[in-house]
């Protein structure tokens, strides 16, 4: 079975502070696919960041970095410098390959203020 | 441009009343998507379709029906056998083939009933 676990419910920071954003994931599948995605207020979810299982290699966007570990099967997302425009919902996502389901962390929102 | 178009944003249903949300895309994406979003919650996936003609149940497809008869389209119908639908709806759509495989998601239907 394939399970995503976001555990921080909610967190609140002070501008400029960084913050990390915990997703641990099960599958005993060797092949699959972490991602993260935003949801502002709006409602729409954006895209961040697509990992496949054979790539552990960490990747750094701008103030975005993610850190991917097989041996903890986590996928954390941390925000260097926070702005309030960072304020939204944060998901984790798993997809087994091949399989054309996700399974969605339940979502760790995240408030910065000035 | 290209993209995902759900409507309305805002509908309104009385009890008893079946609703139709609509979703289109533009990507040429072979799959697409339907997620239930509850206040405070992560998504949980309706159904979904990766072809047309074609569509499986997801984790709570009990009380919605979905159609694909064409590739831009996966309209989400909530029935009155839904017990509680008031929730925020997201379509997705996603190619199958290629490496860019995450999911690219509609702004939302909000539906509340009356």
């Known amino acids: 079975a394939q399970k995503v676990t976001q555990a921080q419910t909610e967190i609140s920071v002070v501008e400029k502070e960084d913050v990390t954003l915990d997703c641990v994931y099960e599958t005993r599948d060797t092949t699959y696919y972490l991602f993260w995605y935003k949801q502002p207020p709006s409602g729409e979810l954006v895209f961040l960041i697509r990992r496949n299982s054979f790539d552990e290699q960490n990747e750094i966007s701008g103030r975005y970095s993610w850190n991917f570990q097989k041996s903890t099967s986590s996928f954390n997302f941390t925000i260097t410098a926070s702005q309030v425009v960072d304020s939204a919902v944060y998901f984790c996502a798993l997809e087994v390959y091949n399989f054309n389901k996700f399974y969605f962390g339940s979502g760790t929102k995240l408030n910065v203020k000035p | 441009d290209g993209g995902i178009t759900q409507s309305p944003k805002y509908l309104f249903r009385k009890e008893g009343q079946n609703v139709t949300l609509s979703c289109e895309q533009n990507?040429?994406?072979?799959?697409m998507y339907w997620y239930r979003q509850d206040p405070g919650q992560g998504l949980r996936l309706i159904y979904y379709s990766q072809i047309v003609n074609d569509f499986q149940k997801g984790d709570i497809a009990e009380g919605y029906s979905v159609s694909r008869e064409k590739k831009e389209s996966f309209p989400l119908t909530v029935t009155s056998a839904q017990k509680n639908p008031t929730a925020f709806y997201l379509c997705?759509?996603?190619?199958?083939?290629?490496?860019?495989?995450?999911?690219?998601f509609g702004p939302g239907t909000r539906l509340t009933v009356l």
């Open positions: 990507l040429n994406h072979d799959a």
């Open positions: 997705a759509s996603r190619p199958l083939a290629g490496e860019d495989n995450e999911q690219f």
